[in-house]
């Protein structure tokens, strides 16, 4: 059930040492399909800000997802997203940018808590 997914998605943020306060916005469309989008400050500046697509019917299916991790002037730290616009990438449509738009490597589809992880290990959980 959506229901449920919204509730770990909020526990993981909850749980982030490096995230204070938040912005989440939950969309239910269905019993098992959901749209979440966030915008998490870090306690160092810097800000993730992520959308999510979800059909929660059999497993999770991200149909769509982007958590886009930036430096408090703006500038990008890193993006995973899976609009396919690198079809060469051998896990296309998944791909990170680093640093820049056009630096893209391919990368394993992550979840939030994934994501979470990386930033706390860039900006030093206590």
Same mark, same amino acid.
């Given at each position: 059930? @959506? &229901?449920?997914?919204?509730?770990?998605?909020? $526990?993981?943020?909850?749980?982030?040492?490096?995230?204070?306060?938040?912005?989440?916005?939950? *969309?239910?469309?269905?019993?098992?399909?959901?749209?979440?989008?966030?915008?998490?400050?870090?306690? &160092?500046?810097?800000?993730?800000?992520?959308?999510?697509? /979800? &059909?929660?019917?059999?497993?999770?299916?991200?149909?769509?997802?982007?958590?886009?991790?930036?430096?408090?002037?703006?500038?990008?730290?890193?993006?995973?997203?899976?609009?396919?616009?690198?079809?060469?990438?051998?896990?296309?449509?998944?791909?990170?940018? *680093?640093?820049? *738009?056009?630096? /893209?490597?391919?990368?394993?589809?992550?979840?939030?808590?994934?994501?979470?992880? *990386? @930033?706390?290990?860039?900006?030093?959980? $206590?």
């Amino acid at each position: 059930m @959506i &229901d449920d997914y919204f509730r770990e998605l909020l $526990e993981t943020v909850n749980a982030s040492p490096v995230i204070g306060a938040h912005d989440i916005a939950l *969309e239910k469309r269905s019993d098992f399909i959901g749209y979440i989008r966030g915008d998490l400050p870090v306690r &160092d500046g810097s800000r993730l800000h992520f959308r999510e697509f /979800v &059909d929660t019917e059999h497993g999770v299916d991200r149909y769509m997802y982007a958590y886009q991790y930036q430096r408090a002037d703006n500038s990008l730290i890193f993006r995973y997203d899976n609009t396919d616009h690198y079809p060469d990438l051998p896990n296309a449509p998944h791909h990170k940018h *680093e640093n820049s *738009e056009n630096n /893209v490597i391919s990368a394993t589809a992550p979840d939030l808590a994934a994501v979470l992880k *990386e @930033i706390e290990t860039l900006v030093g959980a $206590e």
